[in-house]
């Protein structure tokens, strides 16, 4: 049974940094794609953050564009851990944090594309 779990979520202040880690179990991640949604409220869910691995050190990687040159995406395959680095923080940043896998090599978007989902993490950023 695959099981999603996140953590690192929490409260900062704008401009600050926070770092979600999701701990993935259940199959071998290598083969899939890890990403980050977020959810504010009142609002659709929608596309953080996305990366494969493509053997050796070669990842890709897709943001969407209000979070590129703020958030990282990383992966620690061996630890079968996702990660997303957030700096800069906004209060527009404020929402609960998704981790999510699919099977595959596209680093798709749309929420319907991923398969397994963590419970999620709250992300508050204050002004």
């Known amino acids: 049974q695959v099981q999603l779990v996140e953590s690192g979520g929490g409260s900062a202040q704008a401009g600050g940094s926070l770092r979600l880690s999701c701990a993935a179990s259940?199959?071998?991640?290598?083969?899939?794609?890890m990403a980050w949604f977020r959810q504010a409220p009142g609002k659709e869910r929608e596309f953080v953050a996305a990366?494969?691995?493509?053997?050796?050190?070669?990842?890709?990687?897709d943001y969407r564009d209000s979070v590129k040159g703020r958030f990282t995406i990383s992966r620690d395959n061996a630890k079968n851990t996702a990660y997303l680095q957030m700096n800069s923080l906004k209060p527009e940043d404020t929402a609960v944090y998704y981790c999510?896998?699919?099977?595959?090599?596209?680093?798709?978007?749309?929420?319907?594309?991923?398969?397994?989902w963590g419970q999620g993490t709250q992300v508050t950023v204050s002004s």
């Open positions: 259940g199959t071998t991640f290598s083969s899939y794609v």
């Open positions: 990366i494969r691995w493509s053997g050796g050190s070669t990842y890709y990687r």
């Open positions: 999510t896998v699919r099977y595959g090599l596209d680093l798709r978007m749309t929420a319907y594309s991923y398969t397994y």
